[in-house]
């Protein structure tokens, strides 16, 4: 029976950390931090929770249901489940997530030298997209290329950028905007939304058990255990990077003031601090970080689109490759504009989901209580993306009267409510099914 030596889980952290940590992981701690400002570490709370807590409990209820997302959203039915896994997959996909990874390298690390302009853009992708393909056409790999050559080096960059951040600040912690004054932490909670690693995590579970069983691991109870510790060792390092993004922004408000996203803050900070060899410190950490992430989006849809739809691996790859070196040229700014209504509404489907997989021993039939909780998340989730996208006036005025709707958080008190109504309904039904008159 294989086992894994304590290098070995150390060099899956690792793998498990670069993961997740990719374009969004860097960017939007950096821009939250400076909103935030004397709220920073409200603000860093409610971001941790949902950028690291509940990835970490996705995998543990991947783990749970022994299986992928389809056996995730098993009690949904076939076709409902395999819409919203659809739905995941191709947010963290082709359309936004893995896009997302190239420009915002390109942005943050190519930029300052090369300058702007759609042809630099488009030979960069190129180039990028090139070693992804090469990268995630052997996702057998993934381990020794990724979690034992590339991440070291990215963990070396990353604590010299998370040094200087909490040592050398470009200034003191400046002022709140109005968005984060009444409730910072419900504030971080939406904004790490952003980061996808809820929605991540959903595919990277299969991810991280293929890596482990492609080590000769076979056990089922092992290959669980081995990647919740993965998923600790990388939510850990992701903590850590997050607190000190969140630092760095709140301090840089002097220096980066008028910056439009959290890239030009980074940019800004660096140049500050370290002068121009600073800037190819930042361009190593975004880089090699949106490279990992990269790779592990396009393997996890590789993987779950070949199986269901009967195609090979390889041919998948290559045109989510393709589809994303395409939509990765239209910009950071417009990709970030159209993908936060998606994410606004996906990410309550992604949390209630979690919650019932990990709450299902406090009901008999898990369709009786996921079909109908599900159900209104989408429609809340679906009224909080039409909000988000600025189609606010096409919206009942109920909605907005919900509690926390202002943050998009309108469905938590709706969901709650079904929820115990569907729970006590189940247990009526059982009883009147098991004791029939």
Same mark, same amino acid.
């Given at each position: 029976?294989?086992?894994?030596?304590?290098?070995?889980?150390?060099?899956?952290?690792?793998?498990?950390?670069?993961?997740?940590?990719?374009?969004?992981?860097?960017?939007?701690?950096?821009?939250?931090?400076?909103?935030?400002?004397?709220?920073?570490?409200?603000?860093?709370?409610?971001?941790?929770?949902?950028?690291?807590?509940?990835?970490?409990?996705?995998?543990?209820?991947?783990?749970?249901?022994?299986?992928?997302?389809?056996?995730?959203?098993?009690? #949904?039915?076939?076709?409902?489940?395999? /819409?919203? $896994?659809? +739905?995941?997959?191709?947010?963290? %996909? =082709?359309?936004? !997530? @893995?896009?997302?990874?190239?420009?915002?390298?390109?942005?943050?690390?190519?930029?300052?030298?090369?300058?702007?302009?759609?042809?630099?853009?488009?030979?960069?992708?190129?180039?990028?997209?090139?070693?992804?393909?090469?990268?995630?056409?052997?996702?057998?790999?993934?381990?020794?290329?990724?979690?034992?050559?590339?991440?070291?080096? #990215?963990?070396?960059?990353?604590?010299? /950028?998370? $040094?200087? +951040?909490?040592?050398?600040?470009? %200034? =003191?912690?400046? !002022? @709140?905007?109005?968005?984060?004054?009444?409730?910072?932490?419900?504030?971080?909670?939406?904004?790490?939304?952003?980061?996808?690693?809820?929605?991540?995590?959903?595919?990277?579970?299969?991810?991280?058990?293929?890596?482990?069983?492609?080590?000769?691991?076979?056990?089922?109870?092992?290959?669980?255990?081995?990647?919740?510790?993965?998923? #600790?060792?990388?939510?850990?390092?992701?903590?850590?990077?997050?607190?000190?993004?969140?630092?760095? %922004?709140?301090?840089?408000?002097?220096?980066?003031?008028?910056?439009?996203?959290?890239?030009?803050?980074?940019?800004?900070?660096?140049?500050?601090?370290?002068?121009?060899?600073?800037?190819?410190?930042?361009?190593?950490?975004?880089?090699?970080?949106?490279?990992?992430?990269?790779?592990?989006?396009?393997?996890?849809?590789?993987?779950?689109?070949?199986?269901?739809?009967?195609?090979?691996?390889?041919?998948?790859?290559?045109?989510?490759?393709?589809?994303?070196?395409?939509?990765?040229?239209?910009?950071?700014?417009?990709?970030?504009?159209?993908?936060?209504?998606?994410?606004?509404?996906?990410?309550?489907?992604?949390?209630?989901?979690?919650?019932?997989?990990?709450?299902?021993?406090?009901?008999?039939?898990?369709?009786?209580?996921?079909?109908?909780?599900?159900?209104?998340?989408?429609?809340?989730?679906?009224?909080?993306?039409?909000?988000?996208?600025?189609?606010?006036?096409?919206?009942?005025?109920?909605?907005?009267?919900?509690?926390?709707?202002?943050?998009?958080?309108?469905?938590?008190?709706?969901?709650?409510?079904?929820?115990?109504?569907?729970?006590?309904?189940?247990?009526?039904?059982?009883?009147?099914?098991?004791?029939?008159?």
């Amino acid at each position: 029976m294989t086992r894994f030596k304590g290098s070995d889980l150390l060099a899956l952290g690792f793998m498990t950390f670069a993961l997740f940590l990719g374009a969004g992981n860097i960017i939007f701690p950096a821009s939250a931090g400076m909103a935030s400002g004397e709220h920073v570490w409200k603000a860093a709370l409610g971001f941790l929770l949902t950028g690291v807590g509940l990835p970490l409990l996705t995998v543990v209820a991947l783990a749970r249901v022994g299986g992928g997302m389809p056996a995730l959203t098993a009690p #949904l039915g076939k076709w409902a489940g395999t /819409l919203l $896994a659809v +739905a995941v997959y191709l947010a963290i %996909g =082709p359309l936004f !997530a @893995t896009p997302r990874t190239a420009v915002a390298s390109f942005e943050i690390g190519v930029l300052p030298f090369t300058g702007g302009g759609a042809v630099a853009l488009f030979i960069y992708t190129c180039m990028f997209f090139g070693v992804v393909l090469f990268l995630s056409l052997k996702p057998g790999q993934l381990l020794n290329r990724v979690g034992k050559v590339i991440t070291p080096v #990215l963990l070396v960059a990353l604590v010299l /950028l998370g $040094a200087a +951040a909490l040592f050398a600040p470009a %200034g =003191p912690v400046g !002022a @709140t905007v109005q968005a984060y004054q009444a409730q910072p932490l419900m504030k971080g909670f939406v904004e790490g939304y952003l980061t996808m690693d809820a929605l991540g995590a959903l595919v990277f579970g299969v991810v991280i058990a293929t890596a482990i069983r492609d080590r000769g691991v076979t056990m089922p109870n092992l290959v669980t255990r081995y990647s919740i510790i993965a998923v #600790l060792i990388a939510g850990t390092g992701l903590a850590l990077v997050y607190l000190s993004l969140f630092y760095l %922004g709140a301090t840089s408000q002097g220096i980066a003031g008028e910056a439009s996203n959290g890239g030009q803050i980074l940019t800004a900070y660096v140049h500050h601090t370290f002068g121009s060899p600073g800037l190819l410190l930042l361009a190593t950490v975004i880089i090699l970080a949106c490279l990992t992430t990269g790779v592990g989006l396009i393997t996890a849809c590789g993987e779950f689109f070949s199986e269901l739809l009967h195609v090979s691996y390889a041919k998948v790859v290559w045109v989510f490759v393709l589809f994303s070196l395409l939509v990765s040229n239209q910009g950071l700014n417009e990709l970030i504009r159209v993908s936060v209504p998606v994410l606004v509404g996906l990410y309550p489907l992604a949390i209630v989901l979690v919650v019932l997989a990990l709450a299902d021993r406090l009901w008999r039939s898990a369709a009786r209580v996921f079909r109908p909780v599900m159900a209104v998340t989408l429609l809340f989730g679906v009224v909080d993306g039409l909000s988000a996208a600025g189609f606010a006036a096409l919206i009942p005025a109920f909605f907005s009267q919900l509690p926390w709707a202002s943050l998009g958080m309108g469905w938590v008190l709706p969901v709650l409510v079904t929820l115990v109504l569907a729970v006590v309904g189940d247990r009526l039904l059982s009883e009147r099914v098991s004791n029939p008159i």
